[in-house]
């Protein structure tokens, strides 16, 4: 499909529901700021239904009957976990979830695997992971909008010379979803989590969520250790006091977020 009539299809779809979120939380259990980003976003919800660490399973998505349905029905779907864009096989792309992680014994050319060497030299089962080959088979037309808080989920094959839009974004879409914010770079863990959470924040009271992830991108540029510090506290964010430690001593007038690299990396694509 081009990327004209996949835009066209999505800008077509007016979706005023928003009240069931379905979330996958840090399935790899080593984004310490993924609790804090998940936690402030679920509670402007109605409905909630959310795998954590070792839950964030391909085998819970597909097998279980609560959490399958409860992802076909959500008008919100977040991924907060770890992606990445294969650039030789755009279908193999994927989300990175719980048990996809290949042990140490197991050798490379085994044949029940799928391997996949990643930069920090881990190797995954890519049966195990959400790859944009399964996105193609899922049914997402009561869902507003998919949040892919993870490392390169907007990347697409630039070495194509048609108009196809060939990524995780696209999968999402032609699933049905109306809009998907993604990232085009390898984030930080924990200007992602605030961002986030001014995202979902602003959306409450405006409907167009290029507009409201624009507002949370220029916030997070601006904003001061000491405003940080007082939102913080005000929207009683889950930090533990390690983290609590680090931005209390943030300068007062310094802005920790404000290079592109905190919050330019997220874009929304569709409605």
């Known amino acids: ?6 835009l066209q299809q999505a800008q077509a779809r007016l979706r005023s529901e928003f009240n069931r979120f379905f979330a996958l ?10 609790n804090l980003e998940v936690q402030a976003i679920q509670k402007y919800f109605q409905s909630r239904h959310i795998l954590i660490k070792s839950d964030a399973k391909k085998a819970n998505l597909e097998l279980n009957e609560r959490s399958r349905k409860s992802l076909h029905t959500a008008n919100c779907i977040h991924f ?4 990445y864009f294969n650039i030789v096989n755009p279908l193999l792309s994927a989300l990175l979830l719980a048990d996809c992680y290949v042990p140490e014994e197991c ?8 391997h996949l060497k990643l930069q920090d030299n881990q190797v995954i ?6 790859t944009l080959a399964d996105l193609f088979t899922l049914n997402l037309n009561k869902c507003r909008l998919v949040t892919l808080s993870a490392c390169e989920t907007g990347l697409t094959d630039f070495r194509s010379l048609s108009d196809e839009y060939i990524g995780l974004p696209s999968g999402f879409l032609i699933a049905g979803a109306s809009v998907v ?10 200007s992602t989590a605030f961002l986030m959470a001014k995202f979902y924040e602003n959306l409450q009271n405006q409907t167009s969520v290029a507009i409201a992830l624009n507002q949370a991108q220029l916030w997070l540029r601006d904003i001061t ?11 009683q964010l889950p930090l533990d006091p390690t983290q609590k430690l680090h931005f209390r001593r943030i300068p007062t007038n310094s802005k920790p977020f404000q290079h592109p690299f905190h919050w330019a990396a997220f874009c929304a694509i569709g409605q």
Do not use: F
């Open 107 to 114: 050798k490379p050319n085994s044949n029940y695997y799928i």
């Open 181 to 190: 914010v993604n990232s085009l770079w390898v984030v930080s863990d924990s």
């Open 1 to 6: 499909m081009r990327c004209s009539q996949l």
């Open 80 to 83: 907060s976990c770890h992606g």
């Open 125 to 130: 089962d890519l049966q195990k992971c959400l």
């Open 225 to 235: 250790g000491a405003k940080l510090w007082q939102w913080i506290q005000e929207k």
């Open 25 to 34: 939380q840090n399935p790899a259990e080593d984004l310490s700021y993924t």
